[in-house]
């Protein structure tokens, strides 16, 4: 503990942003690097607590309550205030892979469970990790580190999001031939394409650590669809053994009057499209320009949408979300160190904000169908305003409430209501067991399937969740895959 009153002493400072009228002009990072004497003074507020709930996730309530993969924070809190960024370097990356990821799109539900957080705004446990990262591949500490000797086992990984890329990282460690295969373009999968660029540049940074891993003795192998580019009883046959790191992504869909109208689109369509665009130098073929664009949904997702269609250019921007405004602090049934569910103008809505005025988020409301034109265009979405109330069976259903119809001009409608599962038809070429929600059967810790030597981690196993779960269950899989390989295992 570096300094034991520094959670007295000193606030909480936050990192420097370029003003949202400013950043809406490009696609770049906007997060400003904060100064070293400023980043000293954060890792002093660590309170080094007896019981660090910080590093210790868990879930709580179904949210994550401290950091899924374990990230030993008190303790590289305190190198950063000794000003030991090379080793507080090495500490991180014990228990994280990919720290410039987190460092940029988790959540932080580190600072959420953090014991200071009960009374005073929580250490800024995210900045600081991604300072640490930043001064490693400045100052050349971040180096290709290929295993000194090969098992001679494959290793076939299905998918490169971030459950992926990390059982690709531990077991090409563990010395096994690793392939990842990839059926985009370019290798990420989430990371590449399902968040903007400007929240995780993909040039920058996304690519020096995929780069890394070729370095290291990673093959990925893109355009690739198992399925259908390669049998899955091929891919049995050339390796030892498979992963399966597919993701969750079959959206939710809402099936109401006008869906099939020109203008709607599920919100990865229209991230992806994005993002390709800007990798090729070229134009969207989804655009929200001079457009009255709805986004139906809350969440990551739709924050991302608010953000993309600002930077478009649209005309007007609604949100729409079914549940209820949350608080502004939290209420007596979300105590610490559940994940606070409070109020937050995040990223995306703040740019919306600066450019039409206001949050445009409505609360409590429900699309209720799409209108055309005469050319099959939508125009339109008609929404209500809902309650929530228990049904005959005690569960709660939004009720309309009469007299709250609107009709909201729209163009281009985006639909980011989260994902329902993993897409099937792999699983049933293979013969996976599913559960009930049509996830990959098999258990959390163990990773196993129906088919020795076929494994499942991430969302298409646990369903939708934080990037930072699926880099858990990638080091997971990894560690009881090398298990199946060699009987035994010394990766964590």
Same mark, same amino acid.
């Given at each position: 503990m570096g300094k034991p009153t520094g959670f007295i002493e000193y606030l909480r400072e936050e990192p420097s942003e370029l003003a949202p009228r400013d950043r809406i002009r490009n696609w770049d990072e906007f997060h400003l690097p904060m100064p070293e004497d400023n980043l000293k003074t954060q890792a002093a507020r660590c309170m080094d607590c007896g019981t660090p709930f910080c590093h210790t996730g868990i879930n709580i309530s179904g949210m994550a309550s401290g950091c899924p993969i374990n990230n030993l924070i008190p303790e590289w809190n305190d190198l950063i205030y000794r000003g030991l960024w090379r080793e507080a370097l090495d500490r991180l990356h014990k228990t994280n892979n990919f720290p410039e990821f987190t460092g940029r799109v988790c959540p932080a539900p580190c600072e959420g469970s953090c014991v200071l957080g009960i009374h005073n705004p929580p250490v800024t446990i995210k900045n600081i990790e991604y300072s640490i990262i930043e001064k490693g591949w400045e100052s050349g500490w971040v180096n290709p580190e290929p295993p000194q000797k090969r098992t001679g086992r494959k290793v076939a990984v299905v998918g490169s999001g971030p459950a992926g890329l990390s059982a690709a990282a531990q077991l090409n460690k563990a010395g096994h031939w690793v392939t990842v295969f990839e059926r985009a373009d370019r290798p990420g999968g989430l990371l590449m394409y399902g968040i903007p660029n400007m929240k995780l540049d993909k040039q920058e940074i996304v690519m020096r650590r995929i780069k890394l891993l070729e370095a290291e003795g990673v093959t990925f192998t893109c355009n690739t669809e198992i399925g259908k580019d390669i049998s899955a009883e091929q891919l049995l046959k050339e390796y030892d053994s498979v992963i399966l790191c597919t993701g969750s992504t079959k959206p939710r869909d809402l099936p109401i009057e006008g869906r099939s109208l020109k203008g709607i689109h599920f919100a990865m369509e229209f991230l992806t499209a994005n993002t390709q665009a800007i990798l090729n130098q070229d134009e969207t073929n989804i655009s929200a320009k001079d457009k009255d664009v709805v986004i139906i949904g809350g969440g990551d997702t739709g924050t991302d949408c608010v953000g993309t269609s600002v930077r478009h250019g649209c005309r007007s921007l609604?949100? =729409? @979300?079914?549940?209820?405004?949350?608080?502004? *602090?939290?209420? +007596? !049934? !979300?105590? /610490?160190? *559940? /994940?606070?569910? #409070? &109020?937050?103008? $995040? &990223?995306?809505?703040? *740019?919306?904000?600066?450019?039409? %005025?206001?949050?445009?988020? %409505? &609360? =409590?409301?429900?699309?209720?169908?799409? *209108?055309?034109?005469?050319?099959?265009? #939508?125009?339109? #979405?008609?929404? #209500?305003?809902?309650? /929530?109330?228990? $049904?005959?069976? %005690?569960?709660?259903? +939004?009720?309309?409430?009469? %007299?709250? @119809?609107?009709?909201v001009p729209a163009q281009l409608v985006l639909l980011a209501m989260g994902f329902l599962s993993p897409e099937q038809p792999l699983l049933d070429a293979l013969g996976l067991e599913k559960d009930a929600r049509n996830n990959i059967k098999a258990e959390h810790e163990q990773y196993t399937t129906n088919i020795p030597g076929v494994f499942a981690a991430g969302d298409c196993r646990r369903g939708q969740s934080l990037v930072v779960w699926a880099f858990n269950e990638g080091r997971g899989v990894a560690r009881e895959c090398d298990r199946f390989l060699m009987g035994s295992t010394d990766l964590p």
């Amino acid at each position: 503990m570096g300094k034991p009153t520094g959670f007295i002493e000193y606030l909480r400072e936050e990192p420097s942003e370029l003003a949202p009228r400013d950043r809406i002009r490009n696609w770049d990072e906007f997060h400003l690097p904060m100064p070293e004497d400023n980043l000293k003074t954060q890792a002093a507020r660590c309170m080094d607590c007896g019981t660090p709930f910080c590093h210790t996730g868990i879930n709580i309530s179904g949210m994550a309550s401290g950091c899924p993969i374990n990230n030993l924070i008190p303790e590289w809190n305190d190198l950063i205030y000794r000003g030991l960024w090379r080793e507080a370097l090495d500490r991180l990356h014990k228990t994280n892979n990919f720290p410039e990821f987190t460092g940029r799109v988790c959540p932080a539900p580190c600072e959420g469970s953090c014991v200071l957080g009960i009374h005073n705004p929580p250490v800024t446990i995210k900045n600081i990790e991604y300072s640490i990262i930043e001064k490693g591949w400045e100052s050349g500490w971040v180096n290709p580190e290929p295993p000194q000797k090969r098992t001679g086992r494959k290793v076939a990984v299905v998918g490169s999001g971030p459950a992926g890329l990390s059982a690709a990282a531990q077991l090409n460690k563990a010395g096994h031939w690793v392939t990842v295969f990839e059926r985009a373009d370019r290798p990420g999968g989430l990371l590449m394409y399902g968040i903007p660029n400007m929240k995780l540049d993909k040039q920058e940074i996304v690519m020096r650590r995929i780069k890394l891993l070729e370095a290291e003795g990673v093959t990925f192998t893109c355009n690739t669809e198992i399925g259908k580019d390669i049998s899955a009883e091929q891919l049995l046959k050339e390796y030892d053994s498979v992963i399966l790191c597919t993701g969750s992504t079959k959206p939710r869909d809402l099936p109401i009057e006008g869906r099939s109208l020109k203008g709607i689109h599920f919100a990865m369509e229209f991230l992806t499209a994005n993002t390709q665009a800007i990798l090729n130098q070229d134009e969207t073929n989804i655009s929200a320009k001079d457009k009255d664009v709805v986004i139906i949904g809350g969440g990551d997702t739709g924050t991302d949408c608010v953000g993309t269609s600002v930077r478009h250019g649209c005309r007007s921007l609604v949100q =729409l @979300e079914i549940m209820p405004q949350p608080p502004l *602090e939290r209420a +007596p !049934n !979300n105590p /610490w160190p *559940e /994940w606070p569910k #409070v &109020y937050r103008l $995040d &990223y995306g809505q703040e *740019e919306a904000a600066a450019q039409f %005025g206001d949050d445009p988020r %409505g &609360y =409590l409301t429900t699309a209720t169908k799409f *209108e055309g034109d005469k050319q099959g265009q #939508v125009k339109a #979405v008609h929404t #209500v305003q809902i309650q /929530w109330e228990r $049904d005959a069976n %005690g569960r709660f259903t +939004p009720q309309p409430i009469a %007299g709250t @119809e609107k009709i909201v001009p729209a163009q281009l409608v985006l639909l980011a209501m989260g994902f329902l599962s993993p897409e099937q038809p792999l699983l049933d070429a293979l013969g996976l067991e599913k559960d009930a929600r049509n996830n990959i059967k098999a258990e959390h810790e163990q990773y196993t399937t129906n088919i020795p030597g076929v494994f499942a981690a991430g969302d298409c196993r646990r369903g939708q969740s934080l990037v930072v779960w699926a880099f858990n269950e990638g080091r997971g899989v990894a560690r009881e895959c090398d298990r199946f390989l060699m009987g035994s295992t010394d990766l964590p």
